[in-house]
C-alpha cells in the first residue's frame, strides 16, 4: 500500500471518484508485483488461496435484530420500546422471546414464532391481530360506534324498551 501513498502523495484530489481513479492503476500494479521473499505476487496468491474459497453473497441483505425476553401482560400484549404487540392470548402470564428489526417484529414462545408483526415507533398504541383476541374480546371489537351507542342508551335506560 506504500506504493500507492508514496506515487500519490503530492496530489490533489476534489472527489472520491477522482481519487478512485487514480488508485485503481497503482493498485492493479501493485497486486502483480512479485513478492521479494516468497515466489508469486499477491494476486497469484489470491487466485490460488482466497479465489476457490470465495461463495457467492446470501440471496438476502443482513438484518441486525435486537432480542429481548418480556412477559405476555394480561391484555395478551408485549412491550417492545413502549408500542404493544399482540401474541394469542393463551399465552397470557408466560415469557416470551421478541425479536425486532428496523421494520418488523416476531415474538417466538418455546422457539417457536407466534406472532409477526409491522415494527410501530408509535409510543403508546397498540397493534393486535384479531385471531390473538379472545372470542369475546373479538365480538366486541367488531362492534360499530352506532351499535355501542345504542347499547349505552339501552343500559342507561333499563326500564325503556329499544327496537
Partial sequence: MSLVLARLRHER????????????P???ELNERAFQRLPG??????????????????????VFAEWKERT????????????YYSVPHA????????RFTASS????FRSERVATHVRSYQRGAHTT????????????????PKRLIRVGSVDRHPHRRHR
Avoid: C, Q
Fill in 13 to 24: 484530489f476534489f472527489s472520491l471518484e477522482e481519487l478512485n481513479a487514480a488508485i485503481r
Fill in 26 to 28: 497503482l493498485l492493479a
Fill in 41 to 62: 505476487s499477491r494476486r497469484s496468491v489470491f487466485e490460488a488461496l482466497d479465489r476457490p474459497a470465495m461463495r457467492a453473497l446470501p440471496a438476502t441483505p443482513y
Fill in 72 to 83: 405476555v401482560a394480561f391484555d395478551y400484549h408485549v412491550d417492545v420500546d413502549r408500542h
Fill in 91 to 98: 399465552l397470557v402470564g408466560h415469557r416470551v422471546w421478541a
Fill in 105 to 108: 417484529i416476531e415474538v417466538f
Fill in 129 to 144: 391481530i384479531p385471531e390473538h383476541m379472545p372470542k369475546a374480546h373479538r365480538a366486541h371489537a367488531e362492534w360499530s
